[in-house]
């Protein structure tokens, strides 16, 4: 038999879809309008840096989809927009296997310059693996731009060629970055209350 809720009585479920994820932050460590003057200063390198020259935007989704949205609207010289899907953290905070999967067409990244953007470089294997499936795949070049950087947990020897701010070992979310699919939508850069990664029980 259904057990049914008393009238105006909540679910442990529609109280976890009611709370507000702003109390799950622990401190705010990248506010938005510091997000803003980090993206406008890398922004200005890139339209120097490509300027007169013809090339793509491949944004690492889910992560990147914020940033590289902010980043494009701040790059004043004709680009093209293209989608790359690299899972490689599953609900928790440690990092899983990579799983690639490419939008692009051939035509895509066949002959051009591809600037890959992601929302942070940590062990650096995604942009280590994505950069060479690319070029094995007849790309002219392929550059980065990453939100943040972590260089203490880097496992592979990758340097991204932009960067907005670079962060300690701590795991962050917000602007895009998410812990167990949650917080992209946080506007600022935050990290999370001991009790909501590691739940009490
Ligand atoms: P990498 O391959 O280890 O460099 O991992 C990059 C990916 O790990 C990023 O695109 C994120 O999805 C995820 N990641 C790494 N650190 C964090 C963090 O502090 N918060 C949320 N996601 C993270
Ligand atoms: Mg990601």
Redesign the pocket.
Known sequence: MLCRQREGEQSPQERVLEANMHEDVDQILISEEQIQAGIDRVADTITADYRGKEFSVVS?L???CVFASDLIRRIPIPLELAFVS????RDGTESGQLKLNFFPSGNEIEGRNLLLV???LDTGK?MWNLKKELMDRGAAEVRSCVFLDKPSRRAVEYDADYRCFEVEDLFVVGYG?DYAGRYRNLPFVGSLKESVITPAG
């Open positions: 690492i889910k992560g990147s690299a899972e490689s953290y992601d929302d942070i995604t970055l």
